[in-house]
């Protein structure tokens, strides 16, 4: 393809994706210099589309960026007025006082918010201020300079047959060239992975780490709701050996939002992350607030959790990376959305104070530099230890003594601990089949649980039929003559929209097949598949799943 000729458009910077690092960078380069031109790029069919997140927002990177956001409209229309944390048991809980909580654990005078629709309304403050937003326009390729550096992306690739080969409806897309490329594609982003490859951006840091976090939401009856309370639990159904945990969240119109987060490292691969979700909502103390309700969306996605210690240099030769992609998110707080703005900004005032020097298709290291001993650094650093010590030592003690970490450390500055490693990559943590046992879930009641394929279309996700399947496979024989005796094929039950099936017919062989239109860009395959046989690239632009407010 390298023979294609395509148009080219030039701007200052280029930025893939438009979620809060993405338009808070561009927002905040228009604030610096209004005449600076700024492009977004969003793979999305409108921007929110592809946003999904709990959300609790913690506004001080929103007051940073826009201090008057109130009186503009921003839709932070739910305050927290109710903060719980519960260790649930299988009919029964313990409610853990707040007083015995970390400071930085409060969630006073943060917001339940959807995400999608605080990146729709960012979008309109940035159009408003000159910014270029352009949806349904994915990002396949990188574009490279004479040195090797990232001089810009390939957008808006049309039309190619299930082989690739470009079919008689094929357009090239365009190319837009950038004095600096930010790609703010969340987590996994098939650019990013690219660029940390290139050029060994994770060289001196820890091994990436992933949860899945899956997610609906709810229309409930006036008297089981509850304005403004946030509620978060570990324990029951996974018991006290997997860590992962919950969340549930009252806001505006009746609406609650239940999620389920599993850490992936887990190693019994007969665990169904989607169906722990499903058996969860069936506990007393959610099962009250749901029945006679309604759900009324669904969706899923990776969430990372390394931390700290697991950041890459966040910076490259012509770009940055923000956001998810570096991996921000605060993972006792279940909060990432803050420092996604926060990196925004802090690549923004990188790349303008470059462009006002002359430079441009260089590294920008103070953004990297600022990243870890700004904001980001400090909220990161403090929590930095949770998630390796409950991957040790389990949930419940890694629960107490991730706690006195953070206590301490926020006491005397700190840890004893020192920074802990990771260790095994998600993919190296699972386990073979035979030396674990397999888990009989119960079948979903289609009122409060519901299967898989029907609460995919919740999502509203679409792929069309004719394009190259965007999950490859670099040994289409794997599945089955590695994966399926070796770990019973997790990839059946590891994926929340049930793309991955194993077909077994009578005198046939077994096949795997990828229901890749099922896809609502999770990337948990890409993460936990134990072979590493599989590479999730963007399938063409306005594909995929269509959340109206997650």
């Not at 458009?9 to 809060?20: K, L, T």
């Amino acid at each position: 393809m390298s023979e294609i000729e395509r148009e080219t458009m030039e701007y200052d910077v280029v930025i893939v994706g438009a979620g809060p690092s993405g338009l808070s960078a561009a927002i905040r380069l228009k604030q610096l210099n209004a005449g600076l031109e700024v492009v977004v790029l969003e793979k999305g069919s409108e921007v929110g589309a592809h946003i999904l997140s709990g959300a609790v927002l913690d506004p001080s990177a929103l007051n940073k960026l826009i201090p008057d956001w109130k009186e503009k409209g921003a839709p932070l229309n739910t305050a927290v007025t109710e903060d719980n944390f519960y260790v649930l048991g299988e009919s029964g809980q313990i409610r853990l006082p707040n007083m015995i909580m970390p400071p930085l654990m409060s969630n006073h005078g943060n917001y339940i918010v959807s995400m999608g629709n605080v990146c729709r309304w960012m979008a309109e403050q940035a159009e408003e201020m000159g910014v270029e937003i352009f949806p349904g326009m994915a990002c396949s390729d990188l574009v490279f300079g004479d040195n090797g550096e990232v001089k810009g992306v390939v957008a808006g690739e049309f039309g190619k047959n299930t082989d690739g080969t470009p079919s008689t409806a094929y357009e090239p897309g365009m190319e837009l060239h950038g004095k600096y490329v930010f790609l703010s594609e969340g987590v996994r982003g098939s650019l990013s992975k690219e660029v940390i490859s290139k050029y060994d951006l994770a060289a001196n840091c820890d091994v990436p780490k992933f949860g899945i976090g899956m997610k609906e939401i709810w229309e409930v009856k006036p008297g089981n709701h509850n304005l403004g309370e946030v509620t978060h639990s570990m324990g029951w159904p996974m018991g006290f050996k997997q860590s992962g945990g919950s969340f549930m969240y009252h806001l505006e119109n009746n609406q609650v939002y239940v999620g389920y987060i599993i850490d992936l490292n887990y190693k019994n691969p007969h665990l169904f992350p989607y169906m722990e979700f499903q058996r969860f909502k069936h506990h007393p103390r959610i099962s009250k607030v749901l029945e006679g309700g309604k759900r009324v969306a669904y969706g899923a996605r990776a969430v990372t959790k390394g931390g700290f210690q697991s950041m890459p240099n966040s910076a490259f030769p012509g770009g940055a990376m923000l956001g998810c992609s570096v991996g921000l998110v605060n993972l006792p707080r279940i909060k990432g959305n803050h420092n996604a703005m926060y990196s925004g900004m802090a690549a923004a005032e990188a790349a303008f104070e470059a462009i006002g020097a002359g430079r441009s298709g260089d590294v920008l290291e103070s953004y990297n530099a600022e990243l870890k001993s700004g904001p980001v650094g400090k909220d990161l650093k403090i929590v930095r230890n949770v998630a390796p010590l409950t991957a040790k030592f389990g949930p419940l003690v890694g629960l107490v003594l991730g706690g006195f970490d953070m206590w301490f450390q926020s006491i005397f500055k700190f840890s004893l601990f020192g920074t802990v490693k990771h260790g095994k990559t998600d993919a190296q943590s699972t386990g073979k089949a035979s030396d674990y046992p397999k888990i009989d879930y119960p079948k979903p009641d289609g009122k409060l649980s519901f299967d898989r394929l029907t609460n995919v279309s919740f999502a509203m996700t679409n792929h069309a039929e004719n394009q190259p399947v965007h999950l490859q496979l670099a040994d289409p024989s794997l599945p089955i003559s590695v994966n399926l005796p070796k770990y019973a094929e997790p990839a059946q039950r590891y994926c929340p929209a049930g793309v991955y099936e194993v077909v077994e017919e009578p005198d046939k062989d077994a096949r795997f097949v990828i229901n890749f239109q099922n896809c609502v860009h999770c990337k948990t395959c890409d993460i936990k598949d134990p072979s590493q046989n599989i590479t999730w690239v963007t399938p063409q632009g306005g594909d995929g799943p269509n959340y109206p407010n997650m």
